[in-house]
């Protein structure tokens, strides 16, 4: 039973390059998240995707791009790494409520770190 | 602007003791809140759900309380133990009933010592 999978865990990039990080969750869910969690600030809400072909923006989306092609897997690029984009990422999947609120589930991150 | 606050960045208490972290909000009347469990390296895992017209929840040694005319929510931990040691997270929908998008507290950082 994986649930979330994020791919990579770990990851260095050089200022400037580019990368896509993969989220994959089994669970036939309509609803997937990206944050980014620093210290200090708490898990911010990047994009997120209501539905496959569907992508929208959240709290901090300048510097991300996403895409969902396929209703299990959410991916999120980092089109030229700056050093304040160094944090750890996580991705997280939801059923639609359909008359019950349904909890968050999350990936245990990817690591970035931007030199 | 909306605003979450959880109590304190950390809390130190002695096993067998209870664990009170507050969570408070300022702006919003959610429909619901939510507090997840955080351990290092890893994602935040749901515990408990509270609704808007629910006062308190249960679950083995969790509850949380939820009162709307405060906007607090209180999540305790009795028996702590050790193991309960973790970062914990409040949450709730600012969205005005989309029901779909989550903000987090900044997270209380509970250590129980054996």
């Known amino acids: 039973n994986a649930g979330v999978t994020q791919t990579p865990k770990f990851r260095v990039l050089k200022t400037g390059q580019s990368m896509t990080l993969l989220c994959a969750q089994d669970?036939?869910?309509?609803?997937m998240y990206w944050y980014r969690q620093d210290p200090g600030m708490g898990l911010r809400l990047i994009h997120y995707?209501?539905?496959?072909?569907?992508?929208a923006k959240g709290e901090v989306p300048d510097g991300y791009n996403v895409s969902r092609l396929k209703k299990q897997n959410f991916l999120l690029g980092l089109e030229s790494a700056a050093p304040s984009q160094t944090s750890v990422y996580f991705c997280?999947?939801?059923?639609?409520?359909?008359?019950?609120?349904?909890?968050?589930?999350f990936g245990d991150g990817t690591r970035l770190s931007i030199l | 602007s909306q605003k979450i606050e959880q109590n304190s960045e950390a809390l130190n208490i002695q096993e067998g003791k209870t664990a009170t972290l507050t969570c408070n909000y300022t702006?919003?009347?959610?429909?619901?809140l939510q507090w997840y469990r955080q351990d290092p390296g890893r994602g935040p895992v749901f515990l408990l759900l509270?609704?808007?017209?629910?006062k308190e929840k249960r679950k083995e040694r969790l509850k949380v309380t939820f009162d709307t005319t405060l906007k607090q929510s209180l999540f305790h931990i009795t028996a702590s133990q050790p193991a309960d040691s973790a970062t914990y997270l409040c949450?709730?929908?600012?969205?005005?009933?989309?029901?779909?998008?989550?903000?987090f507290g900044k997270g209380t950082l509970l250590t129980v010592n054996p």
């Open positions: 995707s209501v539905g496959e072909g569907t992508t």
């Open positions: 669970m036939n869910h309509e609803y």
């Open positions: 509270i609704r808007e017209n629910e």
């Open positions: 702006n919003y009347s959610p429909a619901y």
């Open positions: 997280a999947s939801r059923a639609p409520d359909g008359g019950s609120n349904q909890p968050q589930h």
């Open positions: 949450a709730l929908d600012i969205t005005g009933g989309s029901n779909y998008k989550l903000t």
